[in-house]
């Protein structure tokens, strides 16, 4: 199998480009089907405190045999724990419930400004804290804006993970982030299954002989973004990481390209009030 590619972040580091989403994987299934991604090859699992499925990832990590250094894991401080303590105490548990040590990336996962003020610019100076000691080798934020970016202290975030599929492009927010030298992280990246639908994709998908997933997944990776899709269904992960062996050509990528419609599945960071 061809190997996943890697992008090069800003801290010197470098993050497997096509990982594993646990977003709404209960705790009790998140065992079964990180090991059977794990198993078909992916090498980056993407999960959150406030997923409630750390401690499961974490079984599946262990039983998988693979050594630290072989699987990119990501977790997400829970807004409700912006402050250095509350983020110490925050970490400390994430660490504990996946069996780690250190985690590879550790990201802000809203501002939460409607409820939590500017909390946030705290929690970044803790996350910087987190790196020195060792606690993560990378931090980054989540669902940020330029006016949050703007905001904090010290070190820029490597990454920024937010809500991108075709329908839902981010076009000014990534060249925002490509200035700044922030790598894009895809979250819900076909759409929580809502683009999967799509008569325009769908045809692309029969031109080139895959599925509408794999084709929504060669979009993100050719726009130079993390992609990070989710399911619990054995053929569909191993169907989601079956993606490097075609590309799509200029005029299927514009094709794709021109579905931009603002079609936001997910909560929007200036109105989400949790
Ligand atoms: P399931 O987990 O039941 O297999 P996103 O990654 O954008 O959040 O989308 C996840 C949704 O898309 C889930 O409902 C998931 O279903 C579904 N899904 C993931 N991969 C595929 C695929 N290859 N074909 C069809 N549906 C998929």
Known sequence: MTAVPTLHLADGTSIPQLGFGTWQVPDADATPAVLEALEAGYRHIDTAQVYRNEAGVGRALARSGLRRDEVYVTTKLWNDSHSPDDARAAIEGSLEKLGLDHLDLYLIHWPATLKYGDAYIEAWDALQEFKAEGLTRSIGVSNFHSVHLDALRGEVPVVNQVEVHPTFAQRPLRAELDRRGIEVESWSPLGSGADLGHADIEAVAVSV??????????????????????????????????????????????????????????????????
């Open 209 to 274: 002989g895959k599925s509408v997933a794999q084709v929504i997944i060669r979009w993100h990776l050719q726009h130079g973004l993390v992609v990070l899709p989710k399911s619990v269904t054995p053929q569909r992960i191993a169907e989601n990481l079956d993606v490097l062996d075609f590309e799509l050509d200029a005029d299927d990528m514009a094709r794709l390209d021109a579905l931009d419609a603002g079609n936001r599945v997910g909560p929007d960071p200036e109105t989400a009030d949790f």
